[in-house]
């Protein structure tokens, strides 16, 4: 187990400084000065020039890059072009709202998608079968913004049960975090859930049709026992890598829902600072975010063991 | 998973299920003190420091914590601010402005001449991005606390507006300027305090009952960030938000039906136009501008663009603004056109012409643009890039022809000196006039108002007929607000003050 945590740690190290790199490189090769987007449009090449030797822009790329690296190993992402602000600073402030929405989304789209998968994969071709099928074709071919205004317009503008926007953290206000995160999660809840669903549904059909399953069957055990403990159970493992990698995802921000509701999260965060070439926060919030799928996929890996004893992690 | 992890689930569901029934969860209070104006603005600020953003959104939030020295009144004509009278020399190079007394920061210590000197030195020496407005300023001194004294190279008749348009020259505090805490935590002397900041979310103000003007008739003012209009909207409807300026053009006539809700437009005083790279081939050519400016449509353009909330302008200063002259020397005339185009040896005219979707009524506009001069024989093709890339390719001069617009000008020389005279500032598209820089460098010299006006009219008509710019509308200013919010105006320049709103019950 240390041995297997110490290798996922040196692997994840060597990851996160290959999307250094890359991060690095492709914010200075697409056009676009930061400078220029701080400036406006009305501006005198002395503004510039000043500008751009304080933001450390004059300096070699190569040693623009070193110097980056270097404070990242101690903590220190750089300052926002922006806001001035140290960017660990504004990656943690954003962090909450991001990781509460991605939490709620995802009780949603388990919640629904494993007894939906399941129910669908024990009642094979039958109607119900093809009314999960149908729905859940339909949750991941819509586009979630579609999804979440027309919440808006319904529950909101219409009914006037939810607030249509807005954020309030979860520890000062529950229930008011609550009234707000149902509908940006439930939005991409749904399409998380419907990918999880179908997932889930071939993996339970392949595992009902298994020869372990027949052998409980043949021992005598009730079905409902057959389907707990051998077929879900047994299921389980692709079914948790899909779920890592959409949790993964919804961590790393959903912009277009997060500009929808309004919601302050990574997604937006990064947009702006990609539309304002504000290279640190970009850097910084790939990084956090390439760092959170690395800790999502060893908590996959470890869960194997935990589902399948004949797993074993070394 | 264990039983106590279980039971959250659940306890989770039934919270889940319980927000979805009426009335229960719901915080329907306007702001945390139920009595306050929450504002929707479509982005959030990059930084609160005035000297240093260049943002929109900062500055709708900044209006209400800062001031100047002087300020535009509703009819942009230049009044008292921190500044309570000015005085100008004999000679025209010194002007002596009389600071208001008893104005205090937002942190209770006194505001004072050395302020403001601070402030303008520290715009000039640091190179801020408004430091041209002072080019001409040769020294800033406050011979006593009360007194600022700024001695010109040359007589600036346009001082006021230059110092007082834009709240970019706001005068700030020193101590919060070195604590770095400026960009996030402003101290000002204006209308209302900063309070608190939400990023991502919000930023709240309240009312600074000591403020010169008279103390704000609502405790607080919320600028939330919302986006998507849709939800703008919503919110507005829902009663979350009391005002917006996040209403899509496609969107007035609906919202404007809506008796529940106020919505009032204002002729911008911004203006949208397109500009051909001179410095490129055949664009050099006067008579291909001018083909162009006959060949598109300005009616059908606004139409399309701004679904009519905008006035078709051939200049650029619109008939709000005191130094509006009307002219408008180009028609529709694809014939027209077509002559100018043969006369001056061009055929196959192909286009690049640089849109941005972050302003999508270039993008629009670059469709309608190519189908309407497609009918002349040149071929537009619309170049969609984001904003970053596309400041970089007019900085370096690589497109045909952009569309862009102008905010936030006041003065007739905001308008057309640093745009169009040959060593202007943002002369991007390289065009050199002899006789405008002369009427230019005339109004800048003139004393007179009108004899100022009648300068830059006569470098305004010469600009629109060599086409440097072609000029195309003025956007209206949209606003719109809950019938609750009274006291409230839209202003033509977009500034958005809440210093005299109030919440009726």
Redesign the interface.
Known sequence: MLRFTLARAGHAAAVLLGVTVVVFALMHL?????V?????????P??Y???RSASGLDRPLISQYFHYVGSALTGDLGVSF????PVTL?LL??LP?TLSLAF?AM??AV?LAIPLGVYAATHQGRISDTIVRVVSQFGVSVPDFWLG?LF??LF??T??????????PLTE????W??RV?MPATAVGLVSGAIITRFVRSAVLESLGSEHARTARAKGLRQRIVRSRHVVRNAMVPVVTVIGVQAAILMGGVIVIE???????LG??TF?AV???DYPVVQGAVLLVAALFLLVSMAVDLLYARIDPRISIR | MGRLSRWTCVALASALLGACSPGTGVDRGLSKDGSGVVAAIAGEPDQLDPHRTSAYFSFQVLENTFDTLVEPDRNLDMRPALAERWKVSKDRLTWTFTLRKGVTWHDGSEFGADDVVYSYRRIIDEKLGNAWRFDGVEDISAPDDSTVRLELEKPMYNLLSRIGGHKGLAIVNKRNVESGKIKTRPVGTGPFSFDDYNPGESIRLKANSRWWGGAPKIPSLTFRFIPEPTTALADLEAGEINWTDNIPPQQVERVSQNEDLELDTEVGNDYWYLAANQDRKPFGDPRVRKAIAYGIDRKSIVQATQYGNASVNQLAIPKTNPWYTAYSPYSHDPRRAARLLRSAGVRNLKIDMLVTKEYPETVIAGQVIASQLEKIGITVKPREVDFATWLDKQGKGEYDMLMLGWLGNLDAEDFYYAQHHSKGNFNFQKYSSRKVDELLEAGQKESGRKARKERYARAARQIADDASYIYLYNPDVVQVWAPQLRGYEVRSDGAIRFRDARLAD
Request: hydrophobic fraction near 40%; proline fraction near 9%.
């Open positions: 697409v056009p676009g000065d930061p220029r987007v701080a400036l406006g449009t009305q501006y005198t002395e503004s020039q000043a500008l922006r806001t001035g602000e504004v402030e954003r709202a709620a009780v949603i919640g205004i808006i317009l909101s503008s009914l006037g049960w939810l607030p249509p926007s807005g954020y309030v206000d529950p229930l008011g609550l009234s149902i500009v929808v509701f309004a919601w302050p999260g937006r965060l702006d539309s304002a070439r």
